[in-house]
C-alpha cells in the first residue's frame, strides 16, 4: 500500500511521521474504552465581564487523563473522534456531566450558573439530537435557560435549512446557541443573518493580532457592532493579556475568555471561586 503512495513512501519510514500515524491509529480505538473506563473529565473555563472581570459563565472542555500518556489535548483526539463517529457518545458524555455538575454545583446557591458545552457538527445535525438534549436536562434538573450549545460555523456544511431548524427548537426551549469560532470559517457574515444564535465568539486568531494589525482590529470591531446590532452578545476567546482585556472592552466586547482570567478547571476548583454573578444579569 505504502508503494502505490509512490514518492511519498519515504513518509511511512520516518520515525517521527510514523509515531505521530501509530499515535493517531491507537487514540482512536482507545476512545470507547476511555469512556468505559472514565478516563475523560470536564474542565470548566470561566467567561468574564468585559468590564468587571466578573464570572458569567463557564465553557466545559473536556479532558482525557490517559492511563499511559497523561492529559491528551482535545486538539488531538476531537477530530479522530468526529472521524470515527465516537464524537456521538463522547459528547453525549460530555454534554450529561457538564449538566449534572453544573445542576450540582447550582444546588443550594443563590446564584445559578450558565454553562456552553461544545457540539460537534455531526452531533449536531444527527437525528435524536434534540430528544438527546431535552432527555439530559430532564434526568439532571438543570433548567434549560442554563444551558448554552457552541457550534462552529462548519455545521453549515450540513444544509443551513435543517441546522436552523434545531436551533429554533433549541431557542424555543430556552437553550442558547452561540457561533464558535467565528470569522475562521468562510461564511460568517451572510448566515450570521438566518442563524438564530445568541452569541459570537471571535476566534483566538482575531484576538492574537488585535495590536499589530489594524485590518484585524477593522473586523473585529465590525462583528462586535453588527452583533450588537442583531441582539447578539459578543465574546472575545484567549485573551492573554491586560492590553487585549482594555481594547476589547473599549470596543464594548460584552464577555472575555483567556488564561488572563482562568485557565479551564476541574469542577472542584471552580466551586471554590466565590465570584459568580447570577445569569439574569443578561450574559
Ligand atoms: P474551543 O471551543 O474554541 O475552546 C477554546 C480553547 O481555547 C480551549 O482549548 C481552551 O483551553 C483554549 N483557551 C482558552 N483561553 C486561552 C488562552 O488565553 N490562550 C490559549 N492559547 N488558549 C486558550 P481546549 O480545551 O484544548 O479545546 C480545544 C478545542 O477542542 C475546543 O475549542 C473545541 O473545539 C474542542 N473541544 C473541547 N472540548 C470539547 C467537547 O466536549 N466536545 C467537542 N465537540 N469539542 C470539544
Ligand atoms: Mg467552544
Ligand atoms: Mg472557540
Ligand atoms: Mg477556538
Redesign the pocket.
Known amino acids: 500500500r505504502a508503494k502505490r503512495k509512490g514518492r511519498n513512501i519515504w513518509q511511512w519510514y520516518r520515525p517521527e511521521e510514523g509515531q505521530r500515524l501509530k499515535h493517531s491509529v491507537t487514540l482512536r480505538h482507545e476512545v470507547q474504552t476511555a469512556l468505559r473506563e472514565n478516563q475523560f473529565e ?2 470548566y ?1 470561566p467567561l468574564v465581564d468585559s468590564l468587571t472581570g466578573r464570572i458569567r459563565s463557564v ?5 482525557w487523563q490517559h492511563p499511559d500518556r497523561g492529559m491528551v ?3 488531538d483526539f ?1 477530530p479522530l473522534a ?1 472521524q470515527t463517529g465516537q ?1 456521538v457518545p ?2 453525549l458524555w ?2 450529561k456531566q ?1 449538566c449534572q455538575e453544573v445542576a450540582d454545583l447550582n444546588t443550594g446557591r443563590e446564584q445559578s450558573l450558565r454553562v456552553a ?4 457538527s455531526l ?1 449536531f445535525i444527527r437525528d435524536g439530537f434534540l430528544d438527546d438534549v431535552f432527555k439530559i436536562l430532564d434526568e439532571t434538573g438543570l433548567p434549560p435557560r442554563l444551558l448554552e450549545l ?1 457550534v ?1 460555523e462548519s455545521v453549515l456544511i450540513e444544509g443551513a435549512d435543517h441546522v436552523i431548524g434545531v436551533m429554533e427548537a433549541l431557542k424555543h426551549k430556552g437553550i442558547r446557541v452561540a457561533l ?2 467565528f470569522g475562521t470559517g468562510f461564511s460568517s457574515l451572510s448566515y450570521l443573518r438566518d442563524l438564530p444564535t445568541h452569541k459570537v ?1 471571535l ?2 486568531s482575531f484576538i492574537q493580532k488585535i495590536e499589530t494589525d489594524r485590518r484585524i482590529a477593522a473586523i473585529v470591531q465590525g462583528v462586535i457592532t453588527m452583533a450588537h446590532h442583531m441582539d447578539m452578545i459578543v465574546v472575545a ?4 493579556t491586560l492590553e487585549q482585556q482594555e481594547d476589547l472592552a473599549r470596543r464594548h466586547c460584552d464577555l472575555l ?4 482570567f482562568a ?2 478547571m476541574p469542577m472542584a476548583e471552580l466551586m471554590a471561586l466565590p465570584d459568580i454573578l447570577p445569569v439574569e444579569s443578561n450574559a
Open positions: 470536564v474542565y473555563q465553557e466545559a472542555l473536556v479532558r489535548s482535545p486538539g476531537i468526529e464524537i463522547l459528547g460530555v454534554l457538564a458545552v461544545n457540539i460537534s452531533q457552541e462552529t464558535d469560532d465568539k476566534d483566538r476567546e484567549g485573551i492573554e475568555q483567556g488564561y488572563l485557565r479551564p
